[in-house]
């Protein structure tokens, strides 16, 4: 096993791209989707069910995780991995995106951020070093450079502020990383829906050097045609031979719009919140299972599908475990949509090799067009 961070293009097909990362603790296939395990668990999931449903790397969330339980408690416990029994790649977030969404309850400087705890009130200091301490005492195998990320809409010099201190704190977050061989420190792109600015910031960011390029402050409020706008051009900005990560995304058609675009990694909690709340996703879209119409329903929930909520259950019992507010609820559906994410991206993946990602792009609307199963 590798004792580096390598990413290889294996193929490509328009801008997509399909690869590998390799790390000391396990290969990651590209495009690939990282559920999202904010407080070290995603929710409703076992570790191993997770990794089941065909995931090769978790996020983690530096922000909660140095609230509760405290990124030294993890340390002295013997690290994220070993907290959480998830052995294979993690990557940690930086923070900036939950500081900003705290709003009222946050002071921003040039030296960083000063916030009260969403949780008791607590007074808390993030700064790029700090943040680079806190993923360092996670043991994270990829590392988020801290950022400002401004809600959109906003002005652009707004905007072009906040970028160009991003790019002043990426490269604080790259001295303070230092040396580590086998972890990966990622720089992330800002510049809103401006073209100039995002190039500008990804010159500043290859100016420092990184292990991998994210692509931030989109599905922030702009929405998905001024998001996909932006990704016609700037991974194009990045280098070739880096992996290219989009935060916070999202819905399946994001998904593949994205990739179709250039971009290798994405996360979200819609899978995971989405199963908590009776939502279902499938190939032919989503499925509210709280709805009366399953509630006679002897089918599957998508009879194509190979997860235990597919295999071993009927929608008219899934609708009776919703309504009942049973734990078993979110456990199933969350489990069928992690495993949908999965496959998607594996078709995705397979597609881009064979050269007819177009097709399959294709067929997937197509079958999203027809809507949920035919009534009985």
């Not at 400002?148 to 790019?167: F, G, H, K, W, Y």
Request: with cysteine; proline share 5%; aromatic share 8%.
């Amino acid at each position: 096993m590798t004792t580096q961070f390598q990413f290889t293009l294996q193929a490509t097909d328009g801008a997509a791209r399909t690869g590998v990362i390799d790390t000391p603790r396990g290969q990651i296939r590209t495009p690939a989707f990282m559920p999202v395990g904010t407080a070290a668990t995603v929710k409703a999931m076992l570790p191993e069910s997770v990794r089941a449903t065909g995931a090769d790397i978790l996020l983690g969330n530096t922000y909660h995780l140095m609230l509760r339980p405290g990124a030294e408690r993890v340390a002295r416990l013997g690290g994220l991995h070993r907290f959480m029994n998830w052995d294979r790649p993690i990557l940690t977030d930086s923070g900036g995106f939950q500081v900003m969404s705290l709003a009222g309850l946050r002071k921003l400087t040039e030296e960083g951020v000063t916030f009260s705890s969403h949780i008791d009130g607590s007074k808390h200091r993030l700064t790029p070093e700090r943040s680079m301490e806190i993923q360092r005492l996670l043991g994270s195998d990829i590392v988020m450079a801290f950022d400002e990320c401004p809600a959109l809409p906003a002005t652009e010099q707004a905007v072009a502020d906040s970028m160009r201190l991003s790019m002043r704190w990426a490269q604080r977050s790259r001295d303070a990383f230092g040396d580590r061989p086998g972890h990966a420190l990622f720089g992330i792109m800002q510049g809103g829906v401006t073209r100039d600015l995002r190039e500008e910031s990804a010159e500043a960011l290859k100016g420092i050097g990184f292990d991998g390029y994210a692509v931030g402050g989109l599905a922030v409020g702009e929405g998905q045609e001024a998001m996909f706008g932006v990704l016609d051009y700037a991974p194009g900005f990045l280098p070739r031979d880096k992996p290219r990560y989009l935060m916070g995304v999202g819905k399946p058609d994001d998904i593949v719009g994205a990739v179709q675009r250039g971009i290798d990694m994405m996360d979200c909690v819609l899978p995971s919140r989405s199963g908590r709340t009776g939502q279902a996703w499938t190939a032919r879209g989503q499925v509210n299972i709280k709805n009366a119409r399953h509630q006679d329903d002897p089918r599957p929930l998508d009879e194509h599908c190979s997860c235990p909520a597919c295999t071993g259950y009927s929608r008219a019992y899934l609708h009776h475990v919703f309504r009942a507010g049973e734990m078993i609820s979110g456990m199933l559906l969350t489990w069928h949509n992690l495993h949908y994410y999965q496959q998607l991206m594996d078709g995705l993946r397979q597609a881009i090799a064979a050269q007819r990602l177009d097709a399959f792009v294709a067929d997937f609307h197509a079958e999203r067009a027809k809507g949920d199963i035919d009534p009985l």
